[in-house]
T-cell receptor, first 116, second 116 residues
């Protein structure tokens, strides 16, 4: 079975600081990778995803993530955070072998607090 | 386009009772997945339905069940409620098929279940 680790549980940054949230997965095969965000009081929403091709993917609101296969990592980055980025961020995977299936395995989440 | 809707939004039940939660997917989405979110265990996959058939199941006891109707609406049922079933239950819908875009899951606001 696959698993996902998010090492930073709570991150506090000042506005304009750069952000990098770590995500590592454990699985013997190839995976699809996702980052979801949950703003206070709002639904989980998809930030970005990686299926194949360019390992550097860009998502909404200026976020990007890089898939490094050799490190089983999919770290989320943003060059300059804003107060509105305060939220909880979840990394998730699905095995590619489960074609058609949608079951996401989530990491434990990282709570990001951006101070004005 | 209307998003994923879940009813009710809040529920309070007593141990031993049963509960039914409802989810209406985005129009045109035929895959519906259910997740449980708790502070201790995080986000965990319960099951996925597609074309009225359970396609995938997570590691939950048989007290948790679900079904999908011909209009893709889904319900989940929890029988003999336990205190540990208190959680936010999230429903997510997605398109059918194996294309990249079909793996994008759209989450509803959740049903907050409290078991006393």
């Amino acid at each position: 079975a696959q698993s996902v680790s998010q090492h930073n549980h709570h991150v506090i940054l000042s506005e304009a600081a750069s952000l990098e949230l770590g995500c590592n997965y454990s699985y013997g095969g190839t995976v699809n990778l996702f980052w979801y965000v949950q703003y206070p009081g709002q639904h989980l929403q998809l930030l970005l995803k990686y299926f194949s091709g360019d390992p550097l993917v860009k998502g909404i609101k200026g976020f990007e993530a890089e898939f490094i296969k050799s490190k089983f990592s999919f770290n989320l980055r943003k060059p300059s955070v804003q107060w509105s980025d305060t939220a909880e961020y979840f990394c998730a995977v699905t095995p590619k072998r489960d074609t058609g299936r949608r079951a996401l395995t989530f990491g434990s989440g990282t709570r990001l607090q951006v101070q004005p | 386009k209307a998003g994923v809707t879940q009813t009710p939004r809040y529920l309070i039940k007593t141990r031993g009772q049963q509960v039914t939660l409802s989810c209406s997917p985005i129009s045109g989405h035929r895959s519906v997945s259910w997740y449980q979110q708790t502070p201790g265990q995080g986000l965990q996959f319960l099951f996925e339905y597609f074309s009225e058939t359970q396609r995938n199941k997570g590691n939950f006891p048989g007290r948790f069940s679900g079904r999908q109707f011909s209009n893709s609406r889904s319900e989940m049922n929890v029988s003999t409620l336990e205190l540990g079933d208190s959680a936010l239950y999230l429903c997510a819908s997605s398109l059918a098929g194996g294309t990249a875009i079909s793996y994008e899951q759209y989450f509803g606001p959740g049903t907050r279940l409290t078991v006393t």
